[in-house]
T-cell receptor
Framework: DAKTTQPTSMDCAEGRAANLPCNHS???????VYWYRQIHSQGPQYIIH???NNETNEMASLIITEDRKSSTLILPHATLRDTAVYYC???????????FGKGTRLSVIA | DSGVTQTPKHLITATGQRVTLRCSPR?????VYWYQQSLDQGLQFLIQ???????AKGNILERFSAQQFPDLHSELNLSSLELGDSALYFC????????????????FGPGTRLTVL
């Protein structure tokens, strides 16, 4: 699976949009971008995934650049409960083992 | 609640001992994955089972073994425990087994915290 690069940490004010970037410059044409998050010592939680089109669900939006070398996860109105480590993972299939990097530690501040 | 259950929640044991961690996947999910999370190594994949068969292997030590039973629950056996085995152990499940184009998400259980003294 392709490697990803994410900032180590980010802060976001409560109620504002949180934009979490991810670089995946070696992504292959058949690889998806997945986002998971882990709230302090809980099991990781799936957020969203995409191939090349932008995606939106009830939790977040995923913007993938046209060349697919980077993406941004957007939490439109961050709350304190969104404080977590966010992982960007590139996979050919969601049913294969996840390779977790260090992720981005997002702190939402009141 | 992800629908994945893990028991026990906490386990404290001594070096050299053997323990068994149990995982029940979501109803209908055929794949079970085991992950280990320690402070220094982060989240690491150990092993995957699909419908009773081993599907993929990660950084799993020879002292560790797993199996998936006909009712699809899984057990992770850790033996000759060392201090460094202290970690959070997560089980996850998904519907499919990894075929291309299958993009189901994985659902994680709450984890078992193992402390080896």
């Amino acid at each position: 699976d392709a490697k990803t690069t994410q900032p180590t940490s980010m802060d976001c004010a409560e109620g504002r949009a949180a934009n979490l970037p991810c670089n995946h410059s070696t992504i292959s044409g058949n690889e998806y971008v997945y986002w998971y998050r882990q709230i302090h010592s809980q099991g990781p939680q799936y957020i969203i995934h995409g191939l090349k089109n932008n995606e939106t669900n009830e939790m977040a939006s995923l913007i993938i650049t046209e060349d697919r070398k980077s993406s941004t996860l957007i939490l439109p109105h961050a709350t304190l409960r969104d404080t977590a480590v966010y992982y960007c993972i590139v996979l050919t299939s969601g049913n294969t083992p996840l390779v977790f990097g260090k992720g981005t530690r997002l702190s939402v501040i009141a | 609640d992800s629908g994945v259950t893990q028991t026990p929640k906490h386990l404290i044991t001594a070096t050299g001992q053997r323990v068994t961690l149990r995982c029940s996947p979501r109803s209908g999910d055929l794949s079970v994955y085991w992950y280990q999370q320690s402070l220094d190594q982060g989240l690491q994949f150990l092993i995957q089972y699909y419908n009773g068969e081993e599907r993929a292997k990660g950084n799993i030590l020879e002292r560790f073994s797993a199996q998936q039973f006909p009712d699809l629950h899984s057990e992770l056996n850790l033996s000759s425990l060392e201090l460094g085995d202290s970690a959070l152990y997560f089980c996850a499940s998904s519907v499919g087994g990894g075929g291309r184009g299958s993009y189901n998400e994985q659902f994680f259980g709450p984890g078992t915290r193992l402390t080896v003294l």
